[in-house]
């Protein structure tokens, strides 16, 4: 029988490798044979893929036109993009009532303007032969946690944008879902992990009574990637140890 969730060969986009559950991503998808290519906000973010198989671009996602023309210059060269992956993102841990507007903007632009963008570039490009989009958001767009207002905001966005966008663009044979990840262990929840008694109290809320890893997420991606999940559009994978079946 062949292989259901192979890969091999597959062209794929990931935004956000430079670091964190993005890198894992672009790692993983080159073990499994394919094309990755891996975005980070600024040259110095990329500059480790030089010499690895994965192929770097600088794209501040903030800047309208930075994420398109990365889009176009690869569909270009590769003549197709199979699979765009949308990760790049930030958070924030200051309370709602002092967040300014600037802090406000930002997020809003990093994980939900910004992704949208994305989304519809990829579309434009691929509309006559379909595509495959996975955008990551959160548990935290699912449920509420304290300190997280506006970011869960946008990642409860990023569920409804690709429950919609799965709906409009599924007659052009584009799939979209989203992955939304628990507690990770990254440069993103340094702000727990830097302190043992909050991890210690973090982790012990958790049915599986750990943070996730990067490598925790392979599997939810690797599936959206591959054919295994041909007939999935509009959802969401929850990847969290249990932490929203409480
Ligand atoms: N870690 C968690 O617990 C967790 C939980 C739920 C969901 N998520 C989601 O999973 C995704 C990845 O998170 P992570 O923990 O791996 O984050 P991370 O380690 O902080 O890495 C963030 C990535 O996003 C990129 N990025 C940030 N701002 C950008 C911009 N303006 N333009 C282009 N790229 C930008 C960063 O590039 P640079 O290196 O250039 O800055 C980096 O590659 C995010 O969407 C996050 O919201 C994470």
Known sequence: MKNLFDVNGKVIVITGASRGIGRAIAECFVDLGAKVYGTGSKESSIEWMKGTD???YAADCCVDGEIQSVLQSIHQKEGKIDVLIN?????SNTPASRMKDDEVNRIVETNYISLFRSCQAYYKLQKNVGGNIINFASVLGLIGSPLAGVYSGTKGAVIALSKALAIEWVRNDFRVNTICPGLVETDMTAMITDKPLVKDQVQ????MKRMGLPEDLLG???LLASDASRYMTGTSIIVDGGMTAQ
Do not use: Y
């Open 87 to 91: 990760n790049a993102g930030i958070a």
């Open 220 to 222: 939810a991606t690797v």
């Open 54 to 56: 994965i192929t770097g």
């Open 204 to 207: 012990a809320a958790i049915p």
